[in-house]
């Protein structure tokens, strides 16, 4: 199982960077980098191939709606070659709030999409001539100044290809990511439901899986913290779960407030997103369940750390992606050694 970390995308991030040097001596494994409407995280992850060695490093995620596929594909190219090797392609469909009020693009077809879009990468990375004729993309244009013709990436990848990762909640890109990508990045992952939420849309995906994928690599990211008193730590997860079941959407669609439904909380989903839109944030807040925030994070004693990493090993983790919790960088390095040993 590797560890991972998602690097905050608001502020101080030359100084999250100067660090990462001791968590990757600490054991980390790979380097998540968020975009929504902050820098982009493609400076930033080069920033990171720069002054890391050995450090996986990865989009987490890059949304399909603000490059275009071959933007995309040129972009993980020249990211993986900076890092000699070491880039994930994360993306996902982010958010109507996000891709039409900060991008002004249309939020539609994001299945679709980023099935098209997965083709399109590939295809630049085993340096083809790009034709394709999709549905929502068809290289070269037909029609505009007839001049478009098939064209393949000058550079030579590193990789031909280059690991993806998509980020899925709804049963269909769910099945999506089981059946055309390297990775799947869920968001407040409960390993205890994830046969019953998810079991079916990943054995549809998989059975339509390539073997030259290999097996799929299930991201479980969550909140980290060791120690017989801090359990109190998981209400520092009330406000965004609250944001995200209540206010990243519309009342009528709203994915995390699905999945939180299909998690048995339907009533408090309901209350939640009333009290959000109605913009009683702190009474939103209050109503989130603690045992959900406790499920979709690692805090507790040692013994109860090890029952949830052996829980989520039996349901198919593979990458534990953790936010360690403590007052100080020496504490937090110390956090991310401790997980690496629990999971070795």
Known sequence: MRIGMTLNYAGGFKETVAELADYEKAGLDIVFVAEAYSFDAVSQLGYIAAKTERLQIASGILPIYSRTPTLLAMTAAGLDYVSDGRFTLGIGASGPQVIEGFHGVPYTAPLGRTREIIEICRKVWRRERVEYQGKYYTLPLQGGTGLGKPLKLINHPVRERIPIVVAAIGPKNVQL????????????????????????????????????????????????????????????????????????????KNFYND??????????????????????????????????????????????????????????????????????????????????????
Request: hydrophobic content about 45%; proline content about 4%; some cysteine.
């Open 177 to 252: 990511a089981a059946e055309l990508a390297e990775g799947w990045l869920p968001i407040f992952f409960v390993p205890e439901k994830c046969a019953e939420v998810w079991g079916d849309a990943l054995a549809a995906g998989k059975s339509r899986r390539d073997p030259a994928l290999g097996e799929l690599d299930l991201i479980a990211s969550m909140p980290l913290a060791i120690g017989d008193d801090v359990a109190d730590l998981v209400e520092f997860g009330r406000d965004m779960a609250a944001l995200y079941i209540g206010g990243m959407g519309a009342k009528s």
């Open 259 to 344: 999945l939180a439904r299909r998690y048995g909380y339907e009533k408090e989903a309901e209350q939640i997103q009333d009290l959000y839109l109605a913009g009683k944030k702190k009474e939103a807040a209050a109503m989130v369940p603690r045992e959900l925030l406790e499920k979709t994070s690692l805090i507790g004693s040692e013994g109860y750390i090890r029952e949830r990493i052996a829980l989520m090993r039996e349901v198919g983790v593979t990458t534990l992606c953790v936010t360690p919790m403590a007052a100080t960088h020496e504490e937090r390095v110390r956090l991310i050694e401790r997980i690496k040993e629990l999971v070795s």
